[in-house]
């Protein structure tokens, strides 16, 4: 068996330590060469590889689009060492206009849609780069930016690009890295460059004149930004926060009253197609019971049709229900942790991040300027050299025939450097002639002249600030507001008020029968129920209320305890069983029971159809309640809802009294019918009767013996009707005998009256 040989290089190293240092070098890895974007150019390596690849292949926005896998082909050939799917993917992104505010290529074939279909095959689509791309790219010939080798040293690429555009707040960033992330949302482009000239004149400038200048991002699907302005500056100022974003809506006004809601811009990387699957889910679900339906009609713009179930449903309060539930509203996050000009990764504020592009364009500007005062000395050098040809042309010549190396003799006979000795050897016989000597003479003056002028600007730096101002002003005269790349999408809008959502209004509405006994359980069958003999109850118990009414609807109890109580008809246990007892649901203390029940009707609500529609006067439907002795008052049924489960105390009682009964005043009555247990009747005049919200009341009747047994509001002209058992309705039209004053006895009730001692 063969030995291995000793490589002489084996330490001891703890677990610990060599996991450490490993896990240290991935992290720096993927922060500075995968994750965080450039403060300088906005840029990731693989987007700063991408663009250059595609110059190198003389894909100018001038010129014909070619192959996306030729692209990508070069990229992870030459550059970028990573799969082609994510290059592609890459590449794709930056032509969307959906997802970048300025795309950075320009695509053609199918690169994908807002509903998140995946873009067609590389070998099926082409590109080219936008004037955006070709502006990052602008001046990276003249030493404008460093250069490194690339991963296998066979070529070189640049370590970030010269960035004529302020591509990281223009077109934003995201990316996720070891322990770190970055999110920096789009901005327009005409605003960042009035805060850039601004920010050269005043470098201190405060964060509320940005935040003035910039209002907020700028996304490339639209949308309205609900941020409070005072957050937008705290954001601004740190580099953290976030901002509220909304689709934006428009109400469509239908026939007959009836109107739809139009949504035309959703929030920046929402997919329409699973908004509008959230949305169904949730009308299915029936947790959005007052939306009926949602249609997808978008063609080439964003048309998704909001269809409420009933024309009383307000938009706003629709609208307020879908920016709770669905991403039609979405909280877009602002760090700004990003790569500086040392590679060192960090969150800075926006003042700084716009500084930082203002310091690079400063180098870049100080480069270039050097390059090209180079070129222009160099060029000037040569022309030195031409024009001392032609002040010696007879002499040149003859050395030129007569010497085997007259480029020695040249340099030594005229003083001339070994440049102007080669360019004079290189001249051609056309370049003798008077013309171009003068020509020769034009351009060495207007190089000269030049280079002053860039000497001067090299040691001026106020002359260079106003260059850049000026560069700055260029790009927003190109792409101004007035033109669709220029103009904000995204509209600033202000703080939403809090929209008071009804409960019934998250209620699917249904018909319900509610059906009480006279042991205190309660339930609600579905539907109305016509036939109550049918309704099945517990051994030893019997039907007391049966009520017909809508799941929205509320249930008013009035319990001789004197107190009202309110239940959901939703919350009613299901009408399979006998129900659940109503001291479950409502703090009823044991010996009381509920005397009445009936179903709330809101304030101006109006009930019934066509000609025998009732709309509730005034501040509302009003009761008549009273007690067992035969005290009572007028109280206004708003003033009787209670919120808890403790109810609302109306009727006071004195020691040992109870509530007897409640009544319902209808449109039109104009006296309160007060009926003893001695079966005695008294017919009063609603206007004797006080209007109160809690006490005793007054004597409505007075009994020697016995108590009160029921009340009922009436119009005496309709006469006094009651509920005669098995003989069902009956009237008795005159009743002139029983009307009297307040605190009377009354009399007997008319013949046939209800065994019952109750008016129903």
Not at 193 to 213: E, Q, W
Not at 513 to 521: F, L
Not at 527 to 533: A, I, Y
Not at 648 to 655: H, R
Request: charged share 30%.
């Amino acid at each position: 068996m063969a030995k291995v040989a000793a490589t002489g290089d084996i330490r001891d190293t703890r677990l610990a330590d060599a996991l450490g240092e490993r896990y240290l070098a991935y992290a720096l890895s993927t922060i500075v060469a995968r994750s965080l974007p450039d403060v300088r150019d906005g840029l990731k390596p693989v987007h700063r590889r991408l663009l250059y690849a595609m110059r190198k292949l003389k894909l100018d926005p001038a010129s014909g689009f070619k192959k996306c896998a030729r692209v990508v082909g070069d990229v992870i050939g030459k550059y970028h060492p990573h799969g082609d799917a994510a290059v592609y993917d890459t590449l794709v992104r930056l032509a969307q206009e959906f997802a970048q505010r300025y795309p950075l290529v320009d695509g053609q074939g199918n690169f994908g849609n807002v509903d998140g279909d995946n873009a067609a095959a590389m070998r099926y689509t082409e590109a080219r780069l936008t004037e955006v791309a070709w502006a990052l790219l602008e001046g990276i010939d003249e030493d404008a930016v460093d250069f490194r080798d690339t991963y296998d040293g066979e070529d070189s690429e640049p370590v970030v690009l010269p960035a004529c555009f302020p591509n990281l707040l223009a077109n934003g960033s995201t990316g996720i890295a070891v322990g770190m992330a970055t999110s920096i949302p789009p901005h327009n482009i005409v605003e960042l460059c009035d805060a850039l000239t601004h920010l050269i004149k005043f470098p201190n400038v405060r964060f509320s004149k940005l935040a003035g200048l910039i209002p907020g991002p700028d996304f490339p699907t639209g949308g309205v930004l609900v941020e409070p302005r005072s957050a937008i500056v705290e954001a601004y100022s740190t580099g953290r926060g976030s901002f509220r974003l909304r689709a934006r809506w428009s109400k469509e006004k239908l026939r007959r009253g009836l109107y739809q809601i139009v949504v035309t811009e959703i929030p920046h990387q929402v997919q329409k197609s699973r908004l509008i699957e959230k949305i169904a889910e949730l009308v299915i679900a029936k947790k959005l019971p007052i939306l009926a339906d949602v249609r997808d009609e978008s063609a080439d713009t964003v048309r998704i049709v909001l269809e409420p179930r009933s024309r009383a449903v307000g938009a706003d309060m629709l609208m307020e229900q879908l920016f709770r539930q669905t991403e039609l509203e979405t909280r877009v996050s602002l760090n700004l942790n990003v790569l500086n000009a040392d590679n060192t990764p960090g969150v800075m504020n926006l003042r700084q991040a716009l500084q930082a592009f203002l310091d690079h364009r400063m180098e870049v500007l100080v480069r270039r300027t050097k390059h090209r005062l180079q070129k222009i000395e160099h060029r000037l050098e040569m022309l030195d050299g031409l024009l001392i040809a032609y002040l010696n042309l007879d002499k040149i010549i003859k050395i030129i025939r007569a010497e085997d190396e007259p480029k020695q003799k040249m340099m030594k006979a005229f003083k001339l450097t070994d440049v102007q000795a080669e360019a004079i050897l290189n001249m051609r016989l056309r370049q003798l002639r008077k013309l171009e000597e003068k020509e020769i003479g034009n351009e060495h003056a207007e190089l000269t002249k030049e280079g002053k002028s860039l000497r001067g600007l090299l040691r001026n730096e106020d002359r260079r600030w106003k260059t850049i101002a000026r560069e700055i002003a260029g790009i927003k005269k190109r792409i101004s507001a007035k033109t669709p790349l220029g103009a904000r999408r995204t509209t600033i809008g202000k703080p939403p008020a809090a929209v008071a959502v009804p409960l019934e209004a998250m209620i699917e509405k249904e018909p319900i029968t509610v059906v009480a006994s006279e042991k205190g359980w309660i339930r609600a069958h579905k539907g109305h129920v016509t036939d109550t003999t049918e309704l099945k109850y517990k051994e030893g118990d019997r039907g007391k209320f049966v009520l017909n009414a809508e799941t929205t609807d509320k249930l008013v109890i009035f319990a001789t305890n004197g107190r009202f109580y309110t239940l959901g008809c939703d919350k009613l246990p299901g009408g399979r069983g006998h129900g659940e007892p109503l001291r479950l649901m409502i703090d009823l203390a044991e010996g009381h029971d509920a005397v009445a029940m009936f179903i709330h009707t809101p304030q101006g609500e109006e009930k019934g159809k066509g000609k025998d529609k009732e709309k509730s006067e005034g501040t509302g439907r009003r009761l008549v309640v009273a007690s067992e002795t035969g005290r009572g008052f007028i109280v206004e049924e708003n003033a009787v809802i209670a919120q808890t489960r403790n109810g609302k105390q109306i009727l006071n009682l004195g020691g040992g009294e109870e509530a007897a009964a409640a009544a319902a005043i209808g449109k039109g009555d104009d006296h309160v019918a007060v009926l003893g247990a001695n079966r005695k009747l008294l017919i009063l005049p609603l206007a004797d009767l006080p209007v109160m919200t809690r006490g005793r009341g007054v004597f409505l009747q007075r009994y020697a013996k016995g108590g009160l047994a029921d009340v009922t509001a009436l119009k005496v002209a309709d006469g006094l009707t009651w509920k005669a058992g098995q003989q069902g309705i009956r009237t008795e039209p005159d009743i002139k005998r029983w009307i009297g004053k307040r605190a009377q006895a009354g009399l007997q009730v008319p013949k046939g009256f209800s065994r019952a001692t109750r008016f129903s």
